[in-house]
T-cell receptor, first 110, second 111 residues
Framework: KNEVEQSPQNLTAQEGEFITINCSYS?????LHWLQQHPGGGIVSLFM???GKKKHGRLIATINIQEKHSSLHITASHPRDSAVYIC????????????FGTGTRLTIIP | GEEVAQTPKHLVRGEGQKAKLYCAPI?????VFWYQQVLKNEFKFLIS????????ETGMPKERFSAKCLPNSPCSLEIQATKLEDSAVYFC?????????FGPGTRLTVT
């Protein structure tokens, strides 16, 4: 079993729909990252969370440390949101490296 | 600079040849990380540096992989005697506190 699990693996939705991507992890963490990887391959850091909730534009990320679960929400989805979304955690062992989930491929249809 | 720079963008090597990848972290960032992405969505941590010192090398296949971060030079990742399974995209990331900023990656193809 991977230390970081994401669901769903693939998600196709119509433009305008509300999107939720889930991430569960099994280790103690000091921080959780949500990353976006574009079709061209570049990786953008969307959020880094250690507690609570963060919002940036149409994106919202939440984390529940007790339940070891995080969600990424996209409101009013748009075709340009089509990408792979990756959850990655920093364990609390002090080594700072990221352990990645397997990603969720999101496709938004116009 | 304000972005992590990686060179080259693409690298093709015949099996058994050497490959050397470079990463210039964001100025002022003290941590550098190397990750290998195979099969599109599988990331593996290789090595990290705190300034020029190795911080964590638990992911490095030690026989053929080596890495350095020397003062006033880009960091480098070198693969001696490449194998087909080394074909991947290699990402470098740098950080000051905890948030990691990724470079555009180097796609290594071993033929």
């Amino acid at each position: 079993k991977n230390e970081v699990e994401q669901s769903p693996q693939n998600l196709t939705a119509q433009e305008g729909e509300f999107i939720t991507i889930n991430c569960s992890y099994s280790v103690g963490i000091s921080a959780l990252h949500w990353l976006q990887q574009h079709p061209g391959g570049g990786i953008v850091s969307l959020f880094m969370l250690s507690s609570g909730k963060k919002k940036h534009g149409r994106l919202i990320a939440t984390i529940n440390i007790q339940e070891k679960h995080s969600s990424l929400h996209i409101t009013a989805s748009h075709p340009r949101d089509s990408a792979v979304y990756i959850c990655a955690v920093v364990s609390n062992f002090g080594n700072e490296k990221l352990t990645f989930g397997t990603g969720t491929r999101l496709t938004i249809i116009p | 600079g304000e972005e992590v720079a990686q060179t080259p963008k693409h690298l093709v090597r015949g099996e058994g040849q050497k490959a050397k990848l470079y990463c210039a972290p964001i100025k002022g960032h003290s941590y550098v990380f190397w990750y290998q992405q195979v099969l599109k969505n599988e990331f593996k941590f290789l090595i990290s540096f705190q300034n020029e010192n190795v911080f964590d090398e638990t992911g490095m296949p030690k026989e053929r992989f080596s890495a350095k971060c020397l003062p006033n030079s880009p960091c480098s990742l070198e693969i001696q005697a490449t194998k087909l399974e080394d074909s991947a995209v290699y990402f470098c990331a740098s950080s000051l506190l905890r948030e990691q900023y990724f470079g555009p990656g180097t796609r290594l193809t071993v033929t």
